[in-house]
């Protein structure tokens, strides 16, 4: 079992910066592909960005270039570095875990969620 818990949210103007932090529980957490999924009101959960246990990112293309993902396995913490930030990025950003080899892609993919944090972009 895995818990996950994302902090950083806010409210930010376009053109900033935000930092999310996801704190995953159990001590397997290096074993696990990261990934961040974001749901904005009316929208259906889309992906954001993924590392896998190497170290290798994998961004949506609506998000590259502007947003880094990072993980730190000796503090069991996956983060999402959001610059240039736009309104449409308004959503809220769920943390996943998921202990398989896929895609990493796709909601299907994750075996563990977080609640998720807020960020909104005013324009």
């Known amino acids: 079992q895995v818990q996950l818990v994302e902090s950083g949210g806010g409210l930010v103007q376009a053109g900033g910066s935000l930092r999310l932090s996801c704190a995953a529980s159990?001590?397997?957490?290096?074993?696990?592909?990261m990934g961040w999924f974001r749901q904005a009101p009316g929208k259906e959960r889309e992906f954001v960005a993924a590392?896998?246990?190497?170290?290798?990112?994998i961004y949506a293309d609506s998000v590259k270039g502007r947003f880094t993902i990072s993980r730190d396995n000796a503090k069991n913490t996956v983060y999402l570095q959001m610059n240039s930030l736009k309104p449409e990025d308004t959503a809220v950003y769920y943390c996943?875990?998921?202990?398989?080899?896929?895609?990493?892609?796709?909601?299907?993919?994750?075996?563990?969620w977080g609640q998720g944090t807020q960020v909104t972009v005013s324009s």
């Open positions: 590392v896998r246990r190497s170290g290798i990112g």
């Open positions: 159990g001590r397997t957490f290096s074993v696990y592909t």
């Open positions: 996943a875990a998921d202990l398989g080899i896929g895609a990493a892609t796709e909601i299907d993919d994750y075996d563990y």
